[in-house]
């Protein structure tokens, strides 16, 4: 009789004598793929596919893919990688051994030699193999580019600090910019405070165009804590060597910088413990620009009032109160945006009386931010402003918020409920809601309209979460990686990830 792949599940005691010929015709299964491999005409195709299906504790798997990285072929690079995969951290020492320092891209032999190389490192950052931490720096040294890149990404993923010295060692000014970045991202990844003194330096270095204030953020909102006392002591101007930091064209930095840059990591990992300088920073540099009207000093005070948003402190946004009456759009925008992130509600008389001041755009800003903070006795002053021509269609739409505030008042059961609402400016008051009163049983439902159509519920849902200490890295990660490149998302994308950055714990 001949069995289907539904009988061969339901065998029962025949299991055992049967799962073999069962699992060899079950595309899904590593015998299936190991038997096609013996042909390598299909060997490459193969070997990708046993990667793809992952973990196994079957030794016999891990041996026979062991034995094609170790047969000279064009297989080699998949053999390689689906080592990393399968997970046993034995064979560490056999892919060290296939490892070609002196493989040359430039023909077809070296061209496989090359590829093997790049995908054993990163079969050994899969594994964590701490034995690799040589042999990449070795291959980080000397290789091509496009491998040394891969080889010094290798180095943060293993997670062995060992590995931090070679990496700051390629940031000097020998190392091609590209692969220096790369090396700031991997230092990032170590999470290591010892790497702290140099990535604050590198967030204002540049080398002709390139810049690697980006990368040098990041990896510091990584490192967390231990990075600091060190920022702190960059913002206050104390850092020698910031201080000595010159543009790609010589001049200084522009007045302002060396504090916003700061600031904004301060900020963006959320240290409390940094809240009197940034205060204190943002109150000298606003009342420059109060002074002298200069664009560069308006974009530090942008940065520092969106840092002092996210400490999310009584006192932080107690310091953002004067800019949310600010006419300029910017900073007025920053402030709006900022003590929406804090939710801070002391803000509400300033924010109403924002509204009346300014540009229309700057009004608007103040609208949106009283009907996401405000509750139903802030409708009466949105009756009035509807009789403004140039507000009445702004109003309309955002007092939406307003109205579910009156529905709900502090009743979390109800708000859980708005974030199923037809109109997402109400899902997003909902979402911000939810995180405001420390409402941890809605994890789940937040979780979920992290990945709502609308780019603010996601934003609102994300920092909702990690304010309620709740982030699922997993979750979160599956998320931006449904949501690809899509423009209208990279904003969310990019708060998903300093979020993880920042909560190692979720990691």
Aim: charge should be neutral; charged fraction near 25%.
């Amino acid at each position: 009789m001949r069995t289907s792949a539904l009988s061969c599940a339901a065998l029962g005691a025949f299991v055992l004598v049967t799962s073999f010929a069962c699992n060899k015709d079950d595309p899904n299964s590593t015998a299936y793929w190991l038997g096609k491999a013996k042909d390598p005409k299909e060997r490459s195709e193969a070997l990708r596919q046993v990667g793809r299906l992952g973990k196994t504790s079957d030794a016999s798997v891990v041996k026979k893919v062991l034995g094609y990285l170790q047969e000279e072929g064009e297989w080699q690079p998949d053999a390689a990688y689906a080592l990393g995969e399968l997970g046993d951290k034995g064979v560490s020492q056999d892919l060290v051994k296939q490892l070609d320092f002196n493989a040359n891209p430039n023909d077809r032999v070296g061209r496989v030699k090359t590829s093997t190389n790049q995908a054993i490192a990163r079969a050994l950052a899969r594994l964590r193999a701490s034995d690799g931490v040589d042999p990449l720096v070795r291959l980080a040294g000397r290789a091509d580019d496009r491998t040394r890149e891969t080889a010094i990404r290798a180095l943060g993923d293993l997670g062995d600090k060992t590995a931090t010295d070679a990496l700051l060692g390629f940031l000097s000014p020998e190392t091609p910019a590209p692969l220096a970045r790369t090396a700031v991202s991997a230092l990032g990844a170590l999470r290591d405070g010892k790497a702290a003194p140099r990535l604050v330096v590198m967030l204002y270095e540049e080398r002709g165009d390139v810049t690697f204030y980006d990368e040098a953020r990041f990896a510091l909102i990584q490192i967390g804590e231990p990075a600091v006392a060190i920022l702190t002591q960059t913002i206050e101007r104390k850092n020698d060597q910031v201080e000595k930091v010159k543009l790609a064209s010589g001049k200084p930095l522009p007045e302002g910088a060396v504090e916003a840059r700061a600031g904004s990591v301060l900020g963006a990992m959320r240290a409390k413990a940094a809240e009197p300088v940034l205060i204190a920073t943002l109150a000298k540099l606003y009342a420059k620009y109060k002074t002298a009207k200069d664009d560069n000093m308006a974009g530090a005070v942008v940065e520092l009032a969106y840092a002092l948003g996210y400490l999310g402190t009584p006192e932080a946004a107690k310091a953002l109160h004067p800019l949310a009456e600010d006419t300029d759009l910017a900073i007025r925008v920053a402030a709006c945006e900022a003590l929406t992130a804090s939710g801070d509600t002391s803000a509400l008389p300033v924010l109403v009386k924002a509204t009346q001041t300014g540009g229309d755009d700057a009004r608007r800003a103040a609208i949106v931010a009283v009907t996401r903070l405000g509750d139903a006795s802030h409708l009466a002053t949105f009756a009035t402003l509807a009789k403004d021509e140039q507000l009445a269609a702004s109003v309309q739409d955002d007092k939406v918020r307003l109205e579910a505030a009156a529905q709900c008042n502090s009743d979390p059961t109800c708000w859980r409920g708005k974030l199923g609402d037809a109109n997402p400016r109400v899902r997003e008051r909902a979402a911000y809601q939810l995180g405001w009163a420390g409402d941890k049983s809605a994890k789940d439902v937040l979780t979920k309209s992290a990945e709502d159509s609308v780019p603010e519920v996601r934003f609102a849902s994300v920092l909702s979460l990690e304010r309620l200490g709740a982030v699922d890295a997993k979750s979160l990660r599956a998320i931006q990686e449904r949501s690809g490149d899509r423009m209208e998302y990279r904003a969310v994308n990019a708060e998903i990830a300093r979020v993880l950055a920042a909560n190692r714990d979720a990691n």
